[in-house]
């Protein structure tokens, strides 16, 4: 696989194709599995990381719903194309500032990723566009079945997956979904509606996860406990959450739209504007402008430009991503520029 190949390519979970996608961006389950008969990556020496990443490639060749995928060993990649695979949300940034005996397995579509040797042997992940739990998991469940197959997982009857991290034993399932929520951000509730997500046992991140800040209103929430309750407990809690929360973000743009539509039409255009015409901006103003467009583009305020492209701008406009563009690194200031002509091209396509 040539990574240059997916800038032509939309990441599914930028498709904008999916149940509520004005709100929920993408939906996700990842797995940590780690083998019954090797030690946890942080205490495997280099030999036994190098021989457990040789028995997961040769399990994972003989897994059909992996037949096309294409499995990259970290150490033969660049800082560019690491952090590419991060901006596209297909590995962790943990997984790619600590390389040795890692790899990161990828298909065609994007919508199977597997990071190799991060904090567990295998974190497989399976990523859909839009509110759409329960299709990653049946995607994910049978992956996982069919890797069972191959390889032995640590399990306990009393304490489920064995995981490096204590917290993640027991399914060793996360579901997350990352919702756009400018409105609540805007009304100054989502303080409210974030403390409300913590008591629940539910945890927010930013756009890129663990680590990072929610910007350009963009929030990842997933649960915290996976020991205990079954899979399809846990899906059916985080979508009982996220029901709420859409209804709250809805509910938000209407008084929004209803009682102040100037101002919120002024904010949405004078952002546009700035997106048409400038010739040098940097990351967070990109994302915190896209985000009032995309609410324009929502609410019917904005006509003439689809969510799709804006969500695509999301992605292109990412330090890697511009630099893969470009075939060369680029400085600081070079990619504020390149930023701006890639958005003013798109914007002011007609």
């Not at 599914?12 to 019954?36: C, F, M, Q, T, Y």
């Not at 209407?254 to 952002?271: A, G, Q, T, Y």
């Not at 929502?298 to 470009?326: C, S, W, Y």
């Amino acid at each position: 696989m040539d990574l240059k190949d997916l800038l032509n390519h939309t990441s599914e979970w930028l498709k904008g194709s999916g149940p509520h996608s004005d709100i929920v961006i993408s939906s996700r389950i990842r797995l940590a599995r780690n083998l019954s008969d090797a030690s946890f990556p942080h205490w495997a020496g280099k030999k036994q990381g190098e021989d457990t990443l040789g028995r997961i490639r040769e399990g994972f060749s003989r897994v059909d719903y992996l037949k096309k995928t294409a499995f990259l060993k970290l150490t033969n990649m660049d800082s560019i194309d690491k952090q590419f695979l991060v901006e596209r949300h297909l590995m962790s940034l943990d997984h790619a500032q600590k390389t040795n005996s890692k790899a990161v397995v990828i298909d065609n579509e994007e919508v199977i990723s597997i990071m190799v040797n991060e904090e567990d042997h295998i974190r497989m992940q399976v990523m859909q566009s839009g509110f759409n739990l329960y299709e990653a998991w049946n995607i994910i469940n049978k992956i996982d079945d069919a890797i069972a197959k191959e390889l032995s997982f640590g399990y306990m009857p009393d304490w489920g997956y064995l995981t490096a991290c204590p917290t993640n034993a027991g399914t060793g399932m996360r579901g997350s979904v990352m919702l756009h929520l400018p409105a609540l951000v805007m009304s100054r509730a989502i303080d409210r509606v974030l403390a409300a997500i913590a008591k629940l046992s539910f945890t927010t991140r930013g756009l890129y996860g663990e680590g990072t800040q929610a910007t350009g209103n963009f929030f990842q929430i997933s649960n915290q406990i996976s020991l205990g309750p079954s899979e399809d407990e846990i899906i059916e809690s985080i979508n009982g959450l996220i029901r709420q929360i859409i209804e709250q973000e809805n509910q938000a743009r209407d008084v929004l739209f209803s009682k102040k539509s100037p101002l919120l039409e002024d904010r949405i255009n004078r952002s546009l504007g700035v997106l048409k015409s400038a010739r040098i901006i940097n990351s967070q103003e990109t994302t915190e402008l896209l985000s009032m467009v995309r609410l324009g583009c929502d609410l019917g305020m904005v006509k003439d430009i689809d969510q799709r492209r804006i969500n695509e701008l999301f992605i292109i406009t990412q330090p890697a991503h511009l630099q893969k563009i470009e075939g060369k690194k680029l400085s600081s200031e070079e990619r504020d520029i390149k930023r701006a002509q890639i958005i003013r091209d798109k914007l002011n396509i007609q």
